[in-house]
């Protein structure tokens, strides 16, 4: 029997039992504005940090706010007890998206409140779920842990990032030059979704991404369109004769080259997937639709989303759109287009790929200007390591249903970069659900899935203290 069992029933009550408190830690710093692509809240940003690392230093930790070109990291660290207990380092973001469109949301976006439902209430406010309330899930586990036995059976480091949701710049820079600071034995992100409400999950697979903004330019000014249509290029016309030559009528990528060497997942693999039992309808409830229409035909929805790349505009922008009708022939148009992708591709190459196919499509004298808002590789976790076996001997701490092994669509630029840079294994394990509205209006984290979060975080270190690097 596991020599830590007895204390992590100790160290499980004192959550219980000091749940309320912790949903009130949660609701403060929900109330800081954090949004990191938006310079007028630098401020905020910075008072987001100041509030991580004083909640560090509460516990005990040692805690600084490091600067970077961008947004600060918050680095906190406690040593391990004794010299064969691992150390685990724990990755998040304090950063959160913009909430727009504001009038959306049923209460203000940072006024968190907590609303009752049939499974135990939700706390709503953006950054619930992505990620303030998910790096709280380990953050009150340490405070259980401390607080019930005088301490923690692991050594600990945490380093939360202040610039995910605007693509990571800064922090190849920081792995860089904290390189010695940062060694651990595994890095633990709780960024990620659980398979359903009663089932945690294990993420092994990331999409990566590659996000350029296109502006097309042909005449010298905005024209009459009564005076020059007909006779001149239109560039909002030619922006959507350019965005609909990228995808072909079965719903695959017509730009030339997207996807020479994609890795298909292994055969074992697919299978496990089918075996998971996708609950179809409800993730498309989830969207507020009821039938898919769109994607690669042939494919299941979970390869859609998991496993085969994708190429979506996010907004197109351009001509008059004020109120009523102005008629003019707009000398611009911009299209803001991401790339997610998978095992295999190759960011540079498929910006490359990208840009040459827009520029084939211009009609003379047309020119065009790129921005790029990011690029990174798709991330495979490797599925067998014994920090997985002990991750979910961990998560039973929470959940009578065993842990799913799970892919996911969505990108964290940080899990590449730390896996490359810091050569450790990076160990998915979140607790947020399909119906979350992460990114949009009305954020939500169920109070169900924050409790399991936490007691799964208790019941890791649990886990992770018995079973000391080999
Ligand atoms: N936590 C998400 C990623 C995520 C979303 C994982 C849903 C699993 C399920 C993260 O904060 C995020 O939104 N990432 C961005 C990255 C981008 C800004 C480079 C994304 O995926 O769009
Ligand atoms: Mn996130
Ligand atoms: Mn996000």
Same mark, same amino acid.
């Given at each position: 029997?596991?020599?830590?069992?007895?204390?992590?029933?100790?160290?499980?009550?004192?959550?219980?039992?000091?749940?309320?408190?912790?949903?009130?830690?949660?609701?403060?710093?929900?109330? =800081?504005?954090?949004?990191?692509?938006?310079?007028?809240?630098?401020?905020?940003?910075?008072?987001? #940090?100041?509030?991580?690392?004083?909640?560090?230093?509460?516990?005990?930790?040692?805690?600084?706010?490091?600067? !970077?070109?961008?947004?600060?990291?918050?680095?906190?660290?406690?040593?391990?007890?004794?010299?064969?207990?691992?150390? =685990?380092?724990?990755?998040?973001?304090?950063?959160?998206?913009?909430?727009?469109?504001?009038?959306?949301?049923?209460?203000?976006?940072?006024?968190?409140?907590? /609303?009752?439902?049939?499974?135990?209430?939700?706390?709503? #406010?953006?950054?619930?779920?992505?990620?303030?309330?998910?790096?709280?899930?380990?953050?009150?586990?340490?405070?259980?842990?401390?607080?019930?036995?005088?301490?923690?059976?692991?050594?600990?480091?945490?380093?939360?990032?202040?610039?995910?949701?605007?693509?990571?710049?800064?922090?190849?820079?920081?792995?860089?030059?904290?390189?010695?600071?940062?060694?651990?034995?595994?890095?633990?992100?709780?960024?990620?979704?659980?398979?359903?409400?009663?089932?945690?999950?294990? !993420?092994?697979?990331?999409?990566?991404?590659?996000?350029?903004?296109?502006?097309?330019?042909? &005449?010298?000014?905005?024209?009459?369109?009564?005076?020059?249509?007909? +006779? =001149?290029?239109?560039?909002?016309?030619?922006? $959507?004769?350019?965005?609909?030559?990228?995808?072909?009528? @079965?719903?695959?990528?017509?730009?030339?080259?997207?996807?020479?060497?994609?890795?298909?997942?292994?055969?074992?693999?697919?299978?496990?997937?089918?075996?998971?039992?996708?609950?179809?309808?409800?993730?498309?409830?989830?969207?507020?639709?009821? #039938?898919?229409?769109?994607?690669?035909?042939?494919?299941?929805?979970?390869?859609?989303?998991?496993?085969?790349?994708?190429? @979506?505009?996010?907004?197109?922008?351009?001509?008059?759109?004020?109120?009523? +009708?102005?008629?003019?022939?707009?000398?611009?148009?911009?299209?803001?287009?991401?790339?997610?992708?998978?095992?295999?591709?190759?960011?540079?190459?498929?910006?490359?790929?990208?840009?040459?196919?827009?520029?084939?499509?211009? &009609?003379?004298?047309?020119?065009?200007?790129?921005?790029?808002?990011?690029?990174?590789?798709?991330?495979?976790?490797?599925?067998?390591?014994?920090?997985?076996?002990?991750?979910? !001997?961990?998560?039973?701490?929470?959940? !009578?249903?065993?842990?799913? /092994?799970?892919?996911?669509?969505?990108?964290? &630029? $940080?899990?590449?970069?730390?896996? $490359?840079?810091?050569?450790?294994?990076?160990?998915?394990?979140?607790?947020?659900?399909?119906?979350?509205?992460?990114?949009? &209006?009305?954020?939500?984290?169920?109070?169900?899935?924050?409790?399991?979060?936490?007691?799964?975080?208790?019941?890791?270190?649990? +886990?992770?203290?018995?079973?000391?690097?080999?």
């Amino acid at each position: 029997m596991s020599n830590q069992n007895q204390r992590l029933d100790e160290v499980l009550s004192a959550i219980d039992a000091g749940f309320d408190a912790s949903v009130d830690r949660l609701s403060d710093i929900l109330r =800081i504005p954090s949004i990191s692509t938006d310079p007028a809240h630098d401020e905020d940003v910075r008072a987001a #940090a100041d509030w991580f690392a004083s909640e560090f230093e509460r516990l005990g930790f040692s805690a600084e706010v490091v600067k !970077t070109p961008g947004h600060p990291v918050v680095f906190a660290e406690r040593p391990a007890p004794t010299p064969d207990a691992p150390t =685990i380092l724990y990755y998040g973001h304090y950063d959160v998206q913009p909430a727009d469109p504001l009038e959306q949301w049923n209460s203000p976006p940072f006024e968190p409140v907590v /609303v009752d439902d049939a499974h135990g209430g939700r706390i709503v #406010a953006r950054g619930a779920v992505d990620d303030k309330g998910q790096v709280m899930t380990f953050i009150e586990a340490f405070r259980a842990w401390i607080e019930t036995t005088g301490g923690l059976p692991v050594g600990i480091k945490v380093m939360l990032e202040g610039e995910e949701e605007s693509g990571s710049e800064s922090l190849d820079g920081f792995l860089e030059s904290h390189e010695s600071r940062l060694a651990a034995d595994v890095c633990v992100v709780s960024d990620t979704g659980m398979w359903n409400a009663e089932t945690p999950a294990i !993420t092994t697979m990331l999409r990566g991404m590659v996000y350029i903004e296109a502006e097309i330019r042909g &005449p010298g000014h905005d024209l009459h369109s009564g005076m020059y249509g007909g +006779a =001149i290029a239109n560039p909002a016309n030619v922006m $959507a004769r350019i965005v609909a030559s990228l995808h072909r009528e @079965d719903g695959s990528i017509a730009v030339p080259g997207f996807y020479d060497g994609v890795q298909d997942p292994p055969a074992s693999v697919l299978e496990q997937w089918k075996g998971l039992g996708f609950d179809e309808a409800g993730f498309l409830a989830s969207a507020g639709i009821t #039938a898919a229409s769109g994607g690669e035909s042939g494919r299941t929805m979970l390869e859609r989303t998991w496993s085969r790349p994708t190429l @979506d505009v996010n907004g197109i922008h351009g001509g008059y759109t004020g109120a009523g +009708a102005k008629t003019i022939i707009p000398a611009t148009c911009a299209a803001k287009i991401s790339c997610r992708l998978v095992p295999g591709q190759d960011p540079t190459t498929i910006e490359q790929a990208l840009r040459h196919h827009i520029e084939s499509k211009l &009609p003379a004298e047309f020119t065009v200007e790129f921005i790029n808002h990011g690029m990174n590789p798709a991330v495979v976790v490797p599925a067998d390591s014994p920090w997985l076996s002990a991750a979910k !001997t961990g998560l039973a701490a929470a959940y !009578t249903t065993p842990a799913a /092994v799970i892919g996911t669509g969505g990108s964290i &630029p $940080a899990v590449g970069d730390i896996q $490359a840079k810091l050569g450790m294994d990076a160990l998915l394990v979140g607790f947020g659900l399909d119906d979350d509205r992460v990114h949009s &209006p009305n954020e939500k984290f169920d109070l169900r899935c924050l409790r399991g979060g936490i007691r799964s975080h208790a019941g890791m270190i649990a +886990a992770f203290a018995d079973h000391p690097t080999a």
